[in-house]
């Protein structure tokens, strides 16, 4: 129950913050940083065995939800680069992430995808960014930099979010609390 506020609280703080500011490249820079040095301090804990862990047949399991993790960046600068989602690139992704070992590759990866998320952001003009697209064909266009905030940036909150209940209530991490989750770093004794 704890874990499901902590989730609900989490979440509105990503949603308010992100709505009620008005984001430059260095904001979505330093937030997407943050987020990936929060999971990669929890990706730390993680073992081995771990991996293996769902909570249920119906839900990916921690390896499979660090694969993805470890892709989803890349695959939106891809696609919007593009200006369209591709479902062979986003094949080809999948199946080279589920090569990689979790455990040993997914901190490079993960260092590999903000590199290119910076690059990609800082590569682009303040009208590039705001362009339109309609990225998965659904006649719903959005600007890029609305894309990069929405998917990019708060997937990483939430993805880090299921994460960190896996560990804590999956996996009887209890020790885990708000500090690994919100600031990435174990608390202060």
Request: charged content about 25%; hydrophobic content about 35%.
């Amino acid at each position: 129950m704890q874990a499901e506020w902590l989730s609900i609280i989490y979440i509105a703080y990503i949603l308010h913050s992100s709505f009620n500011h008005m984001y430059t490249k260095k904001d979505m820079i330093a937030h997407i940083t943050h987020e990936t040095n929060i999971i990669k301090h929890l990706h730390e804990k993680i073992q081995k065995e771990d991996l293996s862990y769902k909570p249920n047949d119906h839900q990916w399991s921690m390896e499979w939800l660090l694969q993805h993790l470890s892709r989803m960046t890349t695959l939106l600068i891809n696609f919007l680069q593009n200006k369209a989602y591709d479902p062979v690139i986003a094949k080809e992704l999948r199946i080279t992430s589920e090569s990689q070992d979790m455990i040993k590759d997914f901190p490079w990866l993960m260092d590999k995808q903000l590199n290119a998320f910076s690059s990609y952001i800082e590569s682009l003009s303040d009208e590039e960014l705001d362009e339109e697209i309609d990225l998965f064909g659904m006649n719903q266009p959005q600007s890029i930099k609305s894309y990069l905030l929405h998917i990019g940036i708060k997937n990483y909150a939430s993805y880090g979010m299921q994460l960190f209940q896996y560990m804590k209530q999956g996996r009887e991490m209890y020790h885990l609390n708000t500090s690994n989750l919100w600031r990435g770093k174990d608390a202060e004794k």
